[in-house]
């Protein structure tokens, strides 16, 4: 069984830093990369950052400079800081996990982040 509860979003402004927090609760211990998706109203979901087990990051280039996707084992928290949030960034933000062994996918419920003046 596999739970992910996101926090951290919020409102804020242009320019602004918001930092988002997952923590996942695993039955057993997996290997597995960690994302950030996010979906802005009408458009499609999309990866934002992913992490694997040994800490090597992919960021889409929409946000690459101003995100950084980082994971914490001991605390099984995976963290997205955003620095320089521009409207555009404007999503649900969903905290994912892919396990290495079995691809399955597990899905956070998602924090709303609004970036507005």
């Known amino acids: 069984q596999v739970e992910m509860v996101e926090s951290g979003g919020g409102l804020v402004q242009p320019g602004g830093s918001l930092r988002l927090s997952c923590g996942v609760s695993?039955?057993?211990?997996?290997?597995?990369?960690l994302g950030w998706y996010r979906q802005a109203p009408g458009k499609q979901r999309e990866l934002a950052a992913s992490?694997?087990?040994?800490?090597?990051?992919n960021y889409a280039d929409s946000v690459k400079g101003r995100f950084t996707i980082s994971r914490d084992n001991a605390k099984s928290t995976v963290f997205l800081q955003m620095d320089k949030l521009k409207p555009d960034d404007t999503a649900v933000y969903y905290c994912?996990?892919?396990?290495?062994?079995?691809?399955?996918?597990?899905w956070g419920q998602g924090t709303q982040v609004t970036v507005s003046s």
């Open positions: 994912h996990l892919e396990s290495i062994l079995t691809g399955r996918d597990y």
């Open positions: 695993q039955y057993i211990f997996a290997l597995n990369t």
């Open positions: 992490i694997t087990v040994s800490g090597l990051t």
